[in-house]
């Protein structure tokens, strides 16, 4: 199979599993969601963000350097192994020690236990990380995909089962754990290449040196999307940060699942094709023509009925969710479009480039969000829409001139997208005015078929090319016209 067929399948099994996940997953979370309160997610919140941060630095990097290098000889996967298990026992015995440090920061005595129970996951997803990328540097993505939705789905029946016993935040602990563990031994199971360890640093300078440019970029990733996290619950407290991390949650979930999708194909294919510039340029513009097509409705259309989705389907105690979940939807399309960068720049290796995109949004982000806290959970997201635009212009101009393509190119593939999104956000809220005394199921079926019909017709009479691109990428995992 040709790297072009294995992008396209890879691309078709990734979003057909992971969309056949979320179906069912969404709707145990809904009723996840309804059984617990704020203060529950507030909790996981405090208590995952520095078990999140540990578990981005549990493989050093390496699962990069193995996708990123064509051939990895023995030795080098044994001593990889090796450092993989001494770090992530390190991980666990430090997360142990450490979590009364977590809990005197954000001043809630609650996150002891569960910080602890978390650090749990160290001692077993250090087992998957060479079969994961055995699976990405073979572009063996239908197994995979497989195996996170079978995953996805036994962890949210599990949360689900907990939550209705009422356990509280004890079910978000316990059903990340379970997802860790059912996903570790499965793609053991399908990929078994755990070798004999080799504790020995011997001969890996230039691996470790290209896996220590990873965590960098991903210690800023890290600190970028969690800046506000970290704010929020030290100076609003616990309610406010549960309020805000779901409202978080679902104007990020596409961003997440697309961008995982993509991401998991993107880079793999970017750093087959690394030494062909043309195509590197092709695929780069390509992926933002159809991110943006896709995103740009999704995501402002959620912020459009941001106040329906919200009582209808959370129900009255979560409304303060409203107005960040409107705010932030509207720059997640950029955020999704500029999670191309970092696959692409990685996959032709220049990870330099992704580490100064990654510190000059933390910079501008960081240095607005304690502002915005002043006034609440509304005002750190006014942070994310006046500042993350600027920050997305300033790492485009960064990344344009190393995948060969030009900023106003990128711009371009974005505006028509973008102005038949606008379009369609101005026209249901202007008829929401008008059916607000009807019920919210009306209203929500009523203006969601009403916004995709205007995006449908704006989009193809303005974008054609960009609409044929994504009908030949829906249609068929071997069209020729594909260029990657």
């Excluded at 059912?182 to 020995?200: D, G, K, M, V």
């Excluded at 090319?465 to 260029?483: H, K």
């Amino acid at each position: 199979m040709s790297i072009r067929q294995k992008v396209l399948s890879g691309l078709a099994w990734n979003a057909g599993a992971k969309f056949c996940a979320q179906l069912f997953s969404w709707a145990i979370t809904v009723f996840i969601m309804r059984s617990l309160d704020p203060a529950d997610y507030g909790l996981m919140a405090m208590a995952s963000v520095f078990v999140s941060y540990l578990v981005l630095l549990n493989e050093l990097g390496l699962s990069a350097v193995l996708v990123q290098e064509k051939h990895v000889p023995e030795d080098k996967l044994r001593k990889i192994f090796g450092l993989l298990l001494v770090t992530n026992s390190l991980f666990f015995i430090l997360s142990l020690a450490f979590a009364p440090v977590v809990a005197a920061f954000f001043k809630e005595h609650r996150v002891i236990p569960i910080f602890r129970v978390l650090s749990i996951q160290f001692l077993i997803i250090c087992f998957a990380v060479l079969p994961q990328s055995t699976a990405d540097r073979n572009m063996d993505f239908k197994k995979k995909s497989i195996v996170d939705l079978i995953s996805a789905v036994a962890a949210s029946v599990g949360t689900l089962m907990l939550a209705l016993n009422g356990l509280a935040v004890w079910s978000l602990v316990i059903g990340s754990l379970a997802l860790a563990t059912f996903r570790t031994i499965s793609l053991n199971i399908i990929w078994p290449c755990l070798p004999l360890p080799l504790f020995s640093c011997r001969g890996m300078k230039r691996t470790l040196s290209f896996g220590g440019h990873v965590i960098m970029n991903r210690t800023l990733w890290f600190m970028l999307n969690n800046s506000d996290v970290f704010i929020i619950g030290r100076i609003l407290g616990r309610d406010p940060l549960g309020v805000y991390s779901l409202a978080l949650h679902l104007a990020s979930l596409p961003m997440q699942k697309v961008s995982s999708i993509v991401n998991q194909v993107a880079f793999p294919a970017f750093a087959r094709i690394q030494t062909e510039p043309k195509r590197v340029t092709y695929s780069f513009l390509k992926s933002v023509r159809i991110m943006s097509i896709l995103s740009f409705p999704l995501l402002w259309g959620i912020s459009s009925l941001a106040p329906e989705l919200i009582l209808l389907i959370l129900g009255e105690k979560w409304q303060l969710c409203i107005v960040p979940l409107r705010l932030i939807s509207l720059v997640v399309p950029l955020r999704m479009t500029s999670n191309l960068f970092n696959p692409a720049v990685l996959g032709v290796g220049r990870p330099k480039v992704s580490f100064f995109n990654l510190l000059s949004a933390l910079v501008i982000m960081s240095a607005g969000m304690p502002l915005g806290a002043f006034w609440g959970i509304n005002g750190v997201s006014v942070v994310w829409v006046t500042l993350y635009p600027v920050v997305f212009l300033l790492n485009l101009s960064r990344t344009v001139p190393v995948l060969g393509a030009r900023f106003t190119e990128v711009l371009s593939a974005m505006a028509k997208p973008a102005l038949s999104a606008f379009i369609m956000y101005v026209v249901i809220l202007s008829i929401s005015k008008f059916i607000a005394a009807y019920s919210l199921f009306f209203r929500i079926s009523l203006l969601g078929t009403l916004g995709a019909l205007v995006y449908t017709i704006m989009i193809l009479w303005l974008y054609p090319q960009g609409c044929r691109e994504v009908l030949r990428l829906i249609r068929s995992s071997s069209a020729r016209d594909l260029q990657i």
